[in-house]
């Protein structure tokens, strides 16, 4: 068994779940995501959880089931609480600011980078060396941060450029320093 896919979902107050077909629909006080499944697999709802079962025991089906559970959990998540990433701007005059909705970073380049955020993604700059990502879907933040983070990867020898929070960048000494 799936030790992933055989835990039931809770669902707090204040959220709804909807299913239709193949489609899990969530509710919540941040938003609505909706979600299509694989049509293998059989979701349902019991009181106040959600149960993913599996149709049998073959390989394709066992990689489904705990899958299948985790994007219905990380919808629900997403519409309660929200996620977010922070990156962090390390370099001399690496720096970012908010002009409205988009950002402008200065990451050493000949000109600023411009950032819009897509729908229902929220970015903000508390500190000009910080960028936050904010957002209901799990995947949509992860990939705007790793947009971000894209534009100057961490540099081994000097150790600037954008990485995310608490993330370590393993230094390597340069040819000529012993």
Do not use: F, W
């Not at 707090?12 to 899990?24: A, F, H, K, Q």
């Not at 629909?25 to 938003?31: A, E, F, N, Q, S």
């Not at 992860?142 to 983070?149: C, E, L, T």
């Amino acid at each position: 068994m799936s030790r992933i896919g055989i835990k039931p979902i809770k669902i707090p107050s204040g959220v709804s779940v909807t299913l239709e077909d193949n489609r899990v629909t969530v509710r919540g006080p941040k938003g609505t995501l909706s979600n299509e499944i694989h049509p293998d697999m059989h979701v349902y709802i019991e009181e106040d959880y959600i149960k993913v079962e599996r149709p049998s025991d073959v390989k394709k089906h066992k990689s489904l089931h705990g899958l299948t559970r985790t994007l219905i959990d990380n919808m629900v998540v997403g519409v309660t609480e929200g996620y977010q990433k922070t990156l962090e701007l390390s370099g001399v005059g690496y720096r970012a600011a908010k002009s409205g909705e988009k950002v402008i970073l200065n990451l050493g380049y000949s000109k600023p980078c411009e950032i819009i955020p897509p729908d229902g993604i929220e970015i903000d700059v508390p500190v000009p060396t910080q960028v936050v990502v904010r957002g209901i879907d799990k995947q949509k933040v992860g990939q705007v941060a790793a947009d971000i983070r894209r534009l100057r990867p961490p540099e081994p020898y000097r150790g600037t450029g954008v990485r995310y929070a608490g993330e370590t960048v393993k230094r390597k000494v340069a040819k000529g320093a012993k």
